[in-house]
Nanobody, 128 residues
Framework: QRRLVQSGGGLVQPGGSLRLSCTAS????????VGWFRRAPGKEREAVSC????????VYHDSAKGRITISRDREKNMVHLDLENLKPEDTGIYFC?????????????????????WGQGTQVTVSA
């Protein structure tokens, strides 16, 4: 059975850091682009960051650039999302998702409709 299992998240004070992790089972993430999405309270789900099979990355939202790092751990079949200098507006449920990508030159997408497999979601709350 192919699935993504998320870990990490929780309650953190403004300025703090968190690592979210996404582990694939039943398939090799090396052949998949991986995206992270966030559903903030009262808002639609939106893309946060993604990483392609060749390692190219995107971070969406200017406010997140410099504070968010996405990375692969190929040995452990995982993708991490490191969140730094967290702000209250980073609060939400974070989801990882994977899209099979046969073209190694393709870039990852912010369109959640392209992603086939989804993690269960993890809550991140930034509050004093």
């Amino acid at each position: 059975q192919r699935r993504l299992v998320q870990s990490g998240g929780g309650l953190v004070q403004p300025g703090g850091s968190l690592r979210l992790s996404c582990t694939a089972s039943g398939f090799n993430l090396d052949y998949y682009t991986v995206g992270w999405f966030r559903r903030a309270p009262g808002k639609e789900r939106e893309a946060v960051s993604c990483i392609s099979t060749n390692g190219s990355k995107n971070v969406y939202h200017d406010s997140a650039k410099g504070r968010i790092t996405i990375s692969r751990d190929r040995e452990k079949n995982m993708v991490h999302l490191d969140l730094e200098n967290l702000k209250p507006e980073d609060t939400g449920i974070y989801f990882c998702a994977a899209e099979f990508m046969g073209d190694p030159s393709a870039v990852c997408s912010s369109n959640d409709a392209y992603y086939e497999y989804w993690g269960q979601g993890t809550q991140v709350t930034v509050s004093a």
